[in-house]
């Protein structure tokens, strides 16, 4: 049943949104002449790679930077890529990863082999399903851009800052999926466009009902600032883009 859900929405949501993708894939590939698609490697089911399709918001080989993480403020993203990074139009091409079978409307956002190299036995565990569109964590840190907007290493903040909660809630969604669960998932990525702080309650009201502990809900309201801390299934900090912890 979520394959169909799945591969029916993803079907659907392409054919309805094709005019807006059309459109910003024209503009895309006007800024510079160059093709408006990103097909950036990710890992997803069983640790099995795969070309995730996106719409192109930095400049052609941004990526050869070797920098993974981004900042709201990086010089690479494009003036049409701030756009389109700040309605999430980039994401909408993954629609057709959903469709492929190689993605999920709901589940853990994919990592590139760098970072999923550096996951802990007990992160592993976001590989025992399909990587996701949208999950809690899309919901929590969809201000990824502007946490790391004024950090010396954008990479090192990440782990940082974003991995361990990331992780946390995309473990607990692996936890406690269900069909009922990824509708209310996707009801609250669509009311976020309208309002994050409704967002963020319907989110923590879900992950209360579900069971999660004081330290989850406390993280996933965003009330508060958010500090260093090590991902799951580790107690150091990590320090580096290799991995070294503290």
Known sequence: MKRFIDFSVSAIGLFLLSPVLLCFIFLVWYHDKSSPFYIAP???????PFSMVKLRSMSVGADRSGVDSTGDNDARITAIGSV?????????MQ???????QMSLVGPRPNVVRETDMYTSVERGLLTVKPGITDFSSIV???EGAILRDCVDPDIAYHQLIRPGKSLLGL???QKQSLILDL?????????????QLALEFNCRILSRLGADPALLYLASRQYPLVPSPPPGSSAIVTSREGRTY
């Open 84 to 92: 389109i990074r700040k309605y999430k139009i980039d994401e909408l």
């Open 184 to 196: 209310k998932i996707i009801f609250i990525t669509l009311l976020s466009f309208v309002s994050r």
């Open 172 to 174: 607990f969604y692996v």
């Open 141 to 143: 840190f969809a201000d």
């Open 95 to 101: 629609l057709w990863n959903v469709v492929l079978g």
């Open 42 to 48: 990710r890992i997803g089911l069983r640790g099995i």
